[in-house]
């Protein structure tokens, strides 16, 4: 059975600091990875979406990369603002199933 | 785009009460899931319908049903509402399995009491 991790669970930083979100699944055989981003109360944004064939993906100050065969995925986010507070999610999607399968998510607070 | 599109944005319902929620796909795909996330926790898969039927199940009970349209749209209905179904209900559309990401809604916030 599929498990996936998030660590930390909750992260308070500076602004202008660049930080790292680990995601870890228990399971390889996934199609695909995907990071998402959710505002209190709110639904998820799509951030990054990488391939399992893919190492890493970027958009503007976000980089995802993916270690398929160790089951680890890390969210580089650089010169962190107050505007990327929220929780972030990461969610795989196995070859053999059409369900995502979420993380509990990371909680993001970037202080002025 | 106007991307994916559910209503209500809340609602308050009564236990034993039944539910209906909807959620319009994003254009261009076909393909709707639905989750259910409580405070806190990661999203949870309910089901997934594509081409009007139901393709996959996650581990939820049969009063969780659903539908979905000929124009891809779809419902989901929740019977016998308990307390413990409070919760942001979450619908995501893809194209086909989803080999391209899926892109989700604002999701509806029920509230059981």
């Known amino acids: 059975k599929q498990e996936v991790t998030q660590i930390p669970a909750a992260l308070s930083v500076p602004e202008g600091e660049n930080l790292v979100l680990n995601c870890s699944f228990t399971?390889?055989?996934?199609?695909?990875l995907q990071w998402f981003r959710q505002d209190p109360g709110k639904g998820l944004t799509s951030l990054l979406l990488?391939?399992?064939?893919?190492r890493e993906q970027t958009s503007g100050r976000l980089n995802a990369s993916l270690d398929k065969s160790s089951g680890r995925s890390t969210l580089y986010i650089a010169a962190s603002q107050p505007g990327d507070s929220a929780t972030y999610l990461c969610?795989?999607?196995?070859?053999?199933?059409?369900?995502?399968?979420f993380g509990s998510g990371t909680r993001l607070l970037v202080r002025p | 785009d106007a991307g994916v599109t559910q209503s209500p944005t809340h609602l308050i319902k009564t236990r034993g009460q039944q539910v209906t929620l909807r959620c319009s796909p994003k254009?261009?795909?076909?393909?709707v899931s639905w989750y259910q996330q409580a405070l806190g926790q990661g999203p949870q898969f309910i089901f997934q319908?594509?081409?009007?039927?139901?393709?996959q199940r996650g581990n939820f009970p049969d009063r969780f049903s659903g539908h979905q349209f000929p124009n891809y749209s779809s419902e989901l209905n929740v019977n016998a509402l308990l307390l413990g179904d409070s919760a942001l209900y979450l619908c995501?559309?893809?194209?086909?399995?989803?080999?391209?990401?899926?892109?989700f809604g604002s999701g509806t916030r029920l509230t059981v009491v």
């Open positions: 319908y594509y081409e009007e039927e139901e393709r």
């Open positions: 254009s261009g795909h076909d393909t």
């Open positions: 990488i391939q399992s064939s893919q």
């Open positions: 399971d390889s055989a996934i199609y695909n």
């Open positions: 995501a559309s893809s194209l086909d399995r989803g080999l391209g990401g899926y892109t």
């Open positions: 969610a795989v999607l196995m070859d053999s199933s059409y369900k995502l399968i």
